[in-house]
Structures are given as C-alpha cells and as structure tokens.
C-alpha cells in the first residue's frame, strides 16, 4: 500500500508554503492523487524522487515518515561506509535508516549502495566477531537491521507498473543468508521489475511451481551457502531446465558459487554484484538481449 501524505504535511516537511507546492503539483514536478471526497494527496515515493532530483531540501522529514535530520548527512559513498558499519555494531535504526536515506536522496543508484556501502559494512560484522571484537547477537542485530533498512527503503520506492516484468527469487534450500536475496528484489524492483523475494532456504522444486504459477520472466537465486553439493547441483540441473523450457531467465548470484560449482551450472547469467543485476535487468525488461560483456556478467552455457 502506497505511503500517501497531505499537501500541508508535504509542504511543511520541504519548508515552503502551500500553495508553492500546488503550483508544483498542477506542473507535474510531483505526482498526485485525489481521495474519494476529491482532496488532493501525494504519494511519498513521488515526493522523494522529486528531491532525489534536486527540486527541493527536506526541512522537516519525520513528516514523511523519514528519519530526523535525513538530507544532512554525508553524500559520498566512501564516508557513509564506515558510519554505517558504525551504526550496524550499535543496532541503531534510525541512525542506519538516515545513512542509506541519505545516499539514496543524493541520487546514488539503490544497487551501488547495496555493493558499496550496505554489504561491505554488514561482512565487516563477520570479521569483526572472527576477531573477538564484537558478540555474536552485535552482528545478528546489525543484520536485521540492515534487512529492516532495505524493506523501509522499498516502501518510498515507486510502485511497479502494471505492465512491469515479473522477477522472482530467493535462495536454495539448506542457505539461510536473507539480505543479499532481499537486496535482488529491491534492486529489480529500481529498475521497474514486479519483484518478489519468495524467502530463504526453498527447495527448487517449489521455485519451480511459483514459475508456473506466478508467470516470472526471470528467476533470480542467491547462494550464500551449498550443504550437500552433489544434491543442490542435480536439483539445480532440473530446474534450470524447467526454466529454460518454459522460456524463463535464470540469474545467480552469491560467494557460495566459486568458479569450480560455477563450472558445472547452467544460467541466463551468474553475477557478482546486484549492481550487475540492475544492468541485465533493464536489458532484459526493455527486451533488448543482455550485453554479457559489459556488466562482467558470465553468460550462461
Ligand atoms: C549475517 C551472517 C549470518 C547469518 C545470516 C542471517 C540472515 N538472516 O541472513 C546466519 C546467522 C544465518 C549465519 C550463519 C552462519 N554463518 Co554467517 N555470516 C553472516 C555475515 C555476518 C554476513 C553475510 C551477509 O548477509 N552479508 C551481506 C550480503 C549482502 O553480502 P554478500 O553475501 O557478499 O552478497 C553480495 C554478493 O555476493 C552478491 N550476491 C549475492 N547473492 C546474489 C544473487 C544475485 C542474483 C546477484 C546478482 C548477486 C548476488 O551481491 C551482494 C551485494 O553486493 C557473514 C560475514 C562475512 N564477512 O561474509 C558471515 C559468514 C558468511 N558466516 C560464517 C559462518 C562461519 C557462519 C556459521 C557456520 C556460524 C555458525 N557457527 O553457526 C553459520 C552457517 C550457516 C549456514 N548454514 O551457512 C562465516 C563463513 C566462513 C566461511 N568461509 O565459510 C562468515 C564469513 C563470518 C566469518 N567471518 O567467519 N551467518
């Protein structure tokens, strides 16, 4: 459901009167809609793509159910890294929830911030309870809140087209990693795919029946972990076929596939980073054939 506000409260959270943000609106610089009693209502991912593009600075941003203070924080990708790692030790949401924001409001693509900031920080977690130097319940809350980021994030994203392609995906049984499948879905979702993240740990013959079912374009696999590789390798087998039959794209992705399990896989793409993905994605939305070459994406065999 899509997060709606007031002309009042839009106006008061960027600091301009009224009626300069009406005249905004009748220009089409910031989409609306109107309630059944006809009052005019903006829809919050419209407002925030507005300022993504530089029309105006938040002033007020709780008013849009955005963290206090987001608009005022670092910009480059560089210095928001090691604040947010920072912030994932402390589990401090908010403090993580303006840190991404503020990336996002300063026009960085959702999928850079994915490879360059959110996934860097959250594997430092790893590191950091290797070396002793912070408890085991430090890094599951850093993860969930790094996973709670990404679902706020995708509520302010704007809603996929009715005529958008279908993605789907999740990671195989035996992995329970949630965050790099939930980042697939988002970025898919920035780059104008309906996009579902089905959950972790499913058993690919289920993934084969929310193809038929659900009607994906393409199915995307993150793998973080293989338990039995013999057994995942033959269930991929067959599903890739089903797949592949039925005319659906198969991207994987994840440090589970080394170039030894890679080897012995067939795809529609296997890639590294989700940044990546959002490249094959628009290719493959706009129905132009994905360039394999130019995102270092494997093609398949
Ligand atoms: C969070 C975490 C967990 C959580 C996950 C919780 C959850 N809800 O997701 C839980 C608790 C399950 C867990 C369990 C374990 N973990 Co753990 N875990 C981590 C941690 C801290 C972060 C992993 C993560 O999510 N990173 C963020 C993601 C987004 O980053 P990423 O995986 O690199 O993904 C990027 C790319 O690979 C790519 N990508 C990934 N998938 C896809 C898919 C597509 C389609 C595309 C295009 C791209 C793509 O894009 C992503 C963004 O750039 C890492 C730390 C580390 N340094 O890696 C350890 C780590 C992976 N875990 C480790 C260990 C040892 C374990 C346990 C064995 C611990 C234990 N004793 O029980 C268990 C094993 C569980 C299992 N069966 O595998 C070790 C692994 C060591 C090794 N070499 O094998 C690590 C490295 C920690 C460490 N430093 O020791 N873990």
């Given at each position: 459901m899509e997060r709606l506000s007031s002309p009042r409260q839009v106006a008061q959270a960027v600091g301009v009167s009224e009626s300069s943000l009406k005249r905004w609106c009748d220009r089409g610089l910031i989409p609306t809609v109107r309630t059944a009693g006809g009052h005019r209502r903006l829809p919050v991912s419209g407002v925030v793509q507005f300022l993504r593009s530089g029309g105006a600075r938040l002033v007020r941003p709780e008013l849009l159910?955005?963290?206090?203070?987001?608009?005022?924080?670092?910009?480059?990708l560089e210095k928001a890294a090691g604040l947010l790692q920072a912030a994932l030790v402390e589990g401090d949401r908010e403090r993580v929830r303006r840190i991404v924001f503020d990336l996002y409001l300063a026009e960085h693509r959702i999928s850079t911030i994915c490879d360059e900031v959110i996934a860097p920080a959250v594997n430092a977690l790893g590191d950091l309870w290797q070396h002793g130097q912070i408890e085991v319940y430090c890094e599951a809350r850093g993860t969930l809140t790094a996973l709670r980021c990404l679902e706020s994030l995708r509520l302010i994203l704007p809603p996929p087209l009715e005529s958008a392609p279908v993605a789907v995906g999740g990671t195989p049984e035996g992995d329970p990693y949630q965050l790099a499948t939930s980042m697939a879905e988002i970025v898919l979702i920035e780059s104008g795919w309906n996009a579902t993240?089905?959950?972790?740990?499913?058993p690919l013959a289920t993934l084969q029946s929310a193809m038929r079912r659900l009607g994906p374009r393409m199915i995307w696999l993150s793998v973080?972990?293989?338990?039995?590789l013999d057994c995942f390798l033959g269930e991929y087998e067959r599903f890739y076929r089903a797949a592949s039959d039925a005319g659906v794209a198969i991207c994987v992705g994840g440090r589970a596939l080394t170039e030894g399990v890679r080897e012995d896989m067939s795809y529609s793409a296997c890639l590294d980073e989700v940044q990546q993905l959002a490249t094959f994605a628009e290719a493959l939305g706009a129905g132009r054939?994905?360039?394999?070459d130019s995102s270092g994406t494997h093609a398949g065999h």
């Open positions: 159910g955005l963290p206090t203070n987001t608009g005022r924080g670092p910009r480059t993240c089905l959950g972790s740990s499913l973080s972990h293989i338990p039995a054939a994905p360039d394999a």
